[in-house]
Each structure stands twice: as structure tokens, then as C-alpha cells.
């Protein structure tokens, strides 16, 4: 991978890692993970002028507890989110998400914040970090804000980040209540894969063991993940029993808009990816179960 | 055919299974792959490919490419101009276009410069004038009347009139008549079967590096399954004598027959020619989809008939294959292959060869075979679930055996597969119970097996450790398998010898490491070599004894006399002879070369269970075993390997693996995310059975077992699949759309 003029900086601290990015003049990218990035490059479909490395600031390697939830720095990779047991026993679905990313050699590398950036309608983990109504927090030249993550892909490649903006880390919120989530994804293999569609459902349950809150997203169907609205109203108030389940995975068929391509027609899209929202929304629900289990 | 070769004895070091010779080496970097040779002030070289399927190429202007500051040389088609006829022609053609683009990657133009950036960037400056032409890229479609003509001036006499252009060849063969045949049967099935274009998918990409002096010499080292083959090709090419070209084969990080031929070394050639310097080329992954030669796809028409009890009676087809915009013979092994399991008194095949605007097809494991056997494996199932009988006993009926005339026209000798086929019959895997959604599948499989020219050479060192000197590059295991038969020859263990694989000029022709021969021929070449060397041993004791060289034998790695009539002298050990041999008449060696019959044809046989994904079409292979007869396995690791590689890549053919090409005629999925090789998560164990019917053709009884394993997983799976569901695919691959698609039509 040679390259005539690219550059490529790390700095130390986020203010001066936005200010590379605004102040270039030319095609500039940040480098977290680089799995995708860095196949990006080889495949000579960019080629970059400036990387700007953002590893070594401090915080982005790093899971905090924060507010009651969990903050996950920009560029901590999947393996790590792996082995994080506070993680794991709040949001299991977010963390099966990120670690359905690429393989084991990738899951070294690979963020769940580069994940999100690349902008991929297929993207593993961000019909999870949907469900679980996860937001991030950005730097740019005009200083740090948040947003919800739903608000930052607008399309295949693209997304909302301004010149010069980096999302520095995801922010999961506090479980109020019992809850849990899951996500699935289908593949015709079992890894290494693109998803031909994926759906993440986190579901709270009250104590009598209905359904309190839910938040149901599908990917892969749509140029963006889709969060369905009408699902999650399905899911409230029922005690996510077989029916109710099924009638999830109709709702949710009917809300894709899936294209035909060299992954799977639309049709396929359409039918499975209902199924992987009834089977998600069950994993949630035992999950949910079993924690009010512990509790009693 | 040398049917006298094999001789019964008992074994010392076949039939072990010592430690890899290459293996420290490749798991610690230190093997040198294609990519990995360097000279001092190489340059690099990039290709220009084509955007279009198929178009006239008007005129290509280099002047600004040639112009840029570092770039060396620009070629095109105009320099490799007035080539040849034949196969050959077709290589280069293939390697650098002509006067037409005829597939979406051929290569039109190529440059080499001082980096890589400043390669790239002369690429663009390079201006093509294109005239599109319209382009056909399935069978059907370029079979039809009036289809976009791919690549005229192919179509031999064997092709009646009244086919399209593209329509290159016709093969027929067959015995018996067939009206009668199928009027005897009580059940006839006739169906159409298709299967997708796959590639070898080999890890490392193509790569070479080429030195042309000016005196007209030259040096090229590649990876490639037969650089003998390689040299024969490019010297032609580049019209010089095959001995001014010397090729070394690197290490080669796989092949599977894609690296039977060349693509990107005349390139390298020519342009390490113009520019003076030494031009390494190495292909991208891309490049490897869209420019180099995956297999054949097919369509395939099969009609069967069956008894009641189980008997066919009569089975035909016609075979369609496409290999490309450039003719070959895949479809013709297919036409063989298809019924050769089977002893019939009524059958015929035929097969056509399809010009399409794809790549240039190449060798893959068993070429031909699979789709064939596929197809006729899957209607000899449905025949069986019709009739309500078992398809293993309905195999074993029919079976073809020592004695069989062979759907192809020879008559079999000592063959395995009725023991394949009873092994598997007694196997637990065959009675183990299956769950909901679970089906088994089975199918039979064959290839020929090829032996071919070889020669080898075997050095008795100074201290008695040995070394083989030999040329086919290794891609199976053969060096340590060579080793061993020499080890085994000369009664010394296997750490005193080494294998190498030399360069060109070093050994008489090799051909290629293909069908299956190596470990054969090379094999039965290496022990005649021992051989010599043995007779040479004992020739030297005979000196240091002072004998009569007929009073001396060799056993143990040791001379000894020959009987008390010899006279009474403790056994000389080979280094002890090895030593002495400077005062016995110099060093000592054996050589030998041959162009080996008597190969051996090899049957296999699978058992497949699968579990399918009612809701979503997925399919799970949950248990697999291969019963094979390999003659004699020499080492038994790597035989397994070969059959258990060879089924792993045919479950991928089954489940996933095609190319894919869009309305535009352009490769959609050029790459391992969207072309799905199966993972190792994807699979089980492969449980693997080894049968030794000696083959007489071999001193140790040896057939190849490299291709036969890639035939039956394409119906086993099928087979399997088509229980688990209820309702027979007959496509391939078996894509999770496809599978849900019919379960959902019933």
C-alpha cells in the first residue's frame, strides 16, 4: 500500500485530532480499528491524503461506567467488549452485535464507532446500539456535542458528521428496571460475512413480568437501519408471549424496504428478517426472564 | 498400460506419519511464496483490464503513460503481435488482449515503473478507444441463434450445422442401445441440472518475477503448479528457445489446477524485456476473480432408467459447458466421467463447449467431473426415492467393477469402489439416527487419474543422508511423500532424506503437477531412482569387499553379502559406502525418467447430513465422511487432507460459492466477502475412511488421491438437502434463497 503524498498523524488529544481533519485540504479520514478503512485503501477505492490516527488520545481505548450506563471509547475494539463483564450483563445484545463483526483476527481492531461511520446499511452492530437508544459523543471545531446513534448514517457511505467531527465514544444508557436485549444477524455462512439482513430487540420488563418499554431496529433493509415503532408497540404491554411474537415478525417483514442484490433477493429480505426479529425479541425476553430470577 | 509394477511387501516408513518437511518454514514465514522473490533494481509492474465484456478495441494511446517520469515500459497486445496458433496463442492471447476485450478483466495494456504509485498512476493516463459489442454471458443465451458471436474461428467439424458460433465443440461417447435400454425400465427420470462457475480460490495470488537479459536469456520465478509448463508456454510466446528461459517454482500457497497455466509471467516477460531491468507483477485479488480461470459452468440434461428392483438399464446425457471466450476440453472429461461408476449396457453422453464473454477457464480439481456426477448422482436419487429403494444398495448393484467396459470406452481393472461403497454400507454413520429438519445425502465419485513425464534425480550425499531432486512443485505434501518412498527404498529413515523441487534446468521435462500424478509418477520415478542408487551401493561394497557385485544385496540401509557362498563380512552401512566413494569410483546417485502409465482410476464415495433452516434456507453441515480408495496412502495426514480439502471445496460449489455476473456483463462479487468460500466454522469433522486396493500399476500400489474428493459433495449435499426439505433443488449453489424458495413452492 504505497502512496504518493498521504500523511498520517497522531495526535494526543481530541481538539488538536478535529483540527488536523478541518484544517486538510484534501481527502481525510480517521483511523480507529481500520477494518475497513485499511481494505478500503488496499482496494484502491480511497485514497486518502491525510489519516489522522485516533489511538493514542487518551480515552479512546476505554470502557467507563458513566450515569449509570457505559461509556465505550472510539476506538476500543470488539474483543475487548467481548470480555467486559458490566458490559455483558447490561446490554448482551449490543455486545453479541459488536462481536458479530468481521472474524477473530478483526475483532482486535475492529470498533463498534468505526462500525458506525463507515455508514454501511448492513453495518453488525448498529441496529443493537439502535435498539438500545444509544447516542455519541462528537468533537469538532466548533466543540463537543451528542446525538443519538440513529441520527448519524443517512445513507450507503454517508452520514451527518460535520468537517472536521469525530464521534470520540458511544454512550449506552442506564437500565431502568429489568431489561435485556439480542441481537441476530443472517449470513449463509457463520462468519466473515456481510449481513443480508439483522435485527436487535431490547425489551424492559415490569414486575409482573409484561413488557414496559421496547425498542425493536432492522438492518439491512433499507438504506439506513430502520427502528420500528410499530413493532415495539406490538411488544408493550404483552407479555412477549408466541403470538405476540409472531406478530412482531409480521409487522417487521412489512416495514423493510430491502433491495434485490448479489446477497439475497428482496423477498428473502422481507421474510427473514421478520424471522430474526421474533427470534431476537424471544432471546430478549429469556434474557429479560432470567434476570428477574436473580432479582427474586 | 504397466500393470506389473506393484509388488506385496511390508512397509518401514509408508504408511507413517512423520512431521511435514515444510511445515517450520510456512508457519514461520521463512517459505518464499510468489510474491516474495526480489532483484536489485526491480520494477513494478500493473495491468490495465478491461471495463467491458466484449468490445473491439479501436487503439490504445500510451504516450502520456510512457512519458511519466518512472515508467520503464508500456506493452499492449501489439507486442505480443504474430503469435502462434493454438493453445498457445489462446495463453497469450488471454494474458494481453489483442484486438478485442472479450471479458470484463481482460488485459489490454500493462506498464512497469519505478513504484508502485507512479504504476498506478500511468495506468489511468492510459487512453483506450472502445467500441462496446454486445455480450452474452450464460449458456443458454450464447447457444441461441443470433447470440453476440464470443470468439469467432473455434468451431471444429465435430459440431453439426445449425448451432451458433459460440457452439465450439462436440463429444460423444457411449455404448449400447439405448431405445431398448429404456423401454426395459420401469421408472425413467429425465431432468436438468446447472451449476455456477467457482474458483479455486487459492490464498496466494498470482505473482512472478521475470528477468530478460539482452543477450535474449531469460529467468522467471512464479508460482505454479508445472513450471516446465510455464517455460514451455512462455518461451513460445516469447520466441526463444525453451532453454534460454529457466523457471523456479516458488512455494505455492495453493493452486487446486488454477495454476496449471499462465496470465500474468508473459506479461512480466515482455515488459521486463522492453525495460531493460527485472519486472515483478503480482495480482490482486480482484485481478484473481476477474482475470484468472475459475472452472466451467454448466447445464446438464440427464435421463435415467430403473427397474423396480433397482437396476438401470439405460442413462444418457448431454452436457453444456462454458469455459469462457477461449475453447477448451473440460466438458468432454465431463462427457467420460458422468456415468463412470456405473456398469451399464445402454448409455451415451454428450457434451458441447459454450464460448461465453467470461475469463478463460482453468484446470480446477477434477475438471468436469463434478457437475457431471452431480447431475447424474441427484436423477439416480430422485430414481431411488420414486422406487422406495436404498441408494446405496441400488449403487452397489450397479456398480462398476473389475471387468466393467467403462462408459468412456476402456474396460476397468482392479477398481475400488464396490469396497467404497460396502465400507460405507458398514459404517454407524450410515444407520445414525436424524432429527427435525435433518437429511442424509450420499453420492459416488471418480476421476481418472493421469501419469505423465517425469524425472528425477537422487543424490547418495557424502556423509549417506540422501537428496531427491525433483520437478513439481509441492502442493499437496509430495516432498515429504517422496522422501518417504525413497526412505523406504533404500531402508534409511525419513529424516536422512531431502526432497527439493528444482528449477528448469536442472531435471528432463516434469509435467505438470496435475491429475493427480504426483505422488504416482514422481513417486514410481523416485523409487526406481533408489533403485539405481541401490544397485550402484552394492556395486561400491562389491569393490570395498572385493566381491562379485552379483554376491551383494541391499536391506536396511546396509550392503550385505548375498549368502554364505559370498563370504563372511559385516553389513556396510550407506554412509559408510558414501564415504568411501571417492576411492570407489566418485559420487554415487540414481536417476530416472519415464513417461509413466498405468495411473489408476480412483472412486469415492460421501456420506453428508445436513440440517436445514426451515425459516431462513440455512444449511448446517452436521456430519461428513469420505470413504477413498488411495491404493496405498504413503502418508496418511496428507492423504486425508486431500480428500477431506477436496470435500470442503465441493460443499462450497453445493452451498455458496458462484460467480456472479450482473445485466452489464460485469463480475459482480470479485472477492472472498461476496464470493463465500465455506469458513472453518462452517464445517464439522470430516470423518475420512482410507480403502487400499493396490493399484498394479504402482511399485507400492499407489493411485492419486488430489481430485476424486471434490466429485461427490455436489450431490451428497444435494441429496442430503433434498431429504431434509421434502423437495430436490436442481441448482447449485444451494444459496439460503433458493433453499427457502423451494421449500416455500413445495
Known sequence: MESGNMRYLAPKTVTEAAQLLADSDGIARVLAGGTDLLVQMKAETI????????????????????????????????????????????WPGVVEAAALIGSTQVQGRASIVGNLCNASPAADSVPALVAADARVQITG??????????????????????????VTAVLLPARTGIGADACLRFIPRTEMDIAVCSAAVNVTLDESGRCSAARVALGAVAPVVLLVEEAADILVGSRLDRATLERLQSVC???????????????????????????????????????????? | MALDEYEKRDFQVIGSRPVRPDGIDKVTGRALYGADAVLPGMLVGKVLRSPHPHARIRSIDTRAAAALNGVRAVVTGADFGEIRKGETRNVA??????????????????????????????????EVDYEVLPHVTEIAAAMAPGAPVVH????????????????????????????AGFARADKVIARTLKTAATHQGYIEPNACLASMGPDGRGDLWCCTQGH???????????????????VTASEIGGGF???????????????????????????????VFRASGPTVSSEIDVKIGMTRDGRITAAEAELRYQGGAFPNITVMFGAMAAFAAYDLGAVRTVGYNVLTNRPKQAAYRAPGAPMAIYAVESVVNELCEELGLDPLEVRLKNAARKGTKSSYGPTFNDIGLVATLEAAQAHPHYRAPLGPNQGRGLSCGFWFNFGGNTSVSLSVDMDGSVSVTEGNPDIGGSRASIAMMAAEELGIPFERVRAIVADTASLGHNDVTDGSRVTFAVGLATIKAARAAKKELCKRAAMMWGIDEEAVTWENGCAKPSGPNAGSFEPLPIEKIARKSPRTGGPIAGHHEVNAEGAGVSFGVHLCDVEVDPETGHTKILRYTIFQDAGKAIHPDYVEGQMQGGAVQGIGWALNEEYIYGKDG?????????????????????????????????????????????????????????HAIGTRLYELPMSPPKILKAIREG
Open chain 2, 257 to 287: 489446477g488454477g495454476k496449471t497455466t499462465v496470465f500474468v509471467e508473459p506479461v512480466a516477460l515482455m515488459l521486463s524485456k522492453k525495460a531493460g531491468a527485472p519486472v515483478k507483477l503480482v495480482m490482486s485479488r480482484n485481478e
Open chain 1, 253 to 296: 417483514s412489512k416495514a423493510a424496504r430491502p433491495i434485490d442484490d448479489k446477497r439475497g433477493t428482496a423477498e428473502f429480505r422481507r421474510e427473514v428478517v421478520g424471522v430474526m426479529a421474533r427470534r431476537a425479541a424471544r432471546l430478549a425476553a429469556e434474557r429479560a426472564t432470567a434476570k428477574a430470577g436473580e432479582k427474586a
Open chain 1, 141 to 166: 471545531p466548533k466543540g463537543t456535542r451528542d446525538c443519538a446513534v440513529i441520527e448519524i448514517p443517512v445513507g450507503p457511505g454517508k452520514t451527518t458528521l460535520q468537517r472536521g467531527e469525530i
Open chain 1, 47 to 90: 485514497a486518502p491524503d491525510l489519516l489522522v490516527d485516533i489511538k493514542h488520545i487518551p480515552g479512546m481505548r476505554e470502557i467507563t461506567a458513566e450515569a449509570g450506563g457505559w461509556r465505550i471509547g472510539a476506538a476500543v475494539p470488539g474483543a475487548h467488549i467481548s470480555e467486559h463483564a458490566g458490559l455483558k450483563a447490561d
Open chain 2, 666 to 722: 460485469r463480475l459482480q462479487n470479485p472477492g472472498f466477502l461476496d464470493y463465500r468460500i465455506p469458513v472453518a466454522s462452517d464445517l464439522p469433522d470430516i470423518d475420512t475412511v482410507i480403502l487400499e486396493i493396490p493399484n498394479p500399476g504402482h511399485p507400492y500400489g499407489v493411485r492419486g488421491v488430489g481430485e476424486t474428493g471434490i466429485v461427490p459433495p455436489l450431490a451428497a449435499v444435494s441429496n442430503a438437502v433434498s
Open chain 2, 93 to 126: 492471447e488471454n494474458a494481453m488482449a489483442f484486438d478485442h476485450a472479450l471479458y470484463d478483466g481482460h488485459a489490454v495494456a500493462a506498464v512497469a515503473a519505478t513504484s508502485e504509485a507512479v504504476a498506478r498512476e500511468a495506468l489511468k493516463l492510459i
Open chain 2, 152 to 179: 469467432a474461428g473455434f468451431v471444429e467439424d465435430s459440431v453439426p450445422d445449425g448451432f451458433s458460433e459460440n457452439v465450439t465443440a462436440r463429444h460423444e461417447f457411449g455404448h449400447g442401445d439405448l431405445e
Open chain 2, 228 to 246: 516446465y509448463f510455464v517455460r514451455q508456454l512462455c518461451a513460445e510466446i516469447m520466441g526463444i528457445e525453451e532453454s534460454r528461459l529457466r
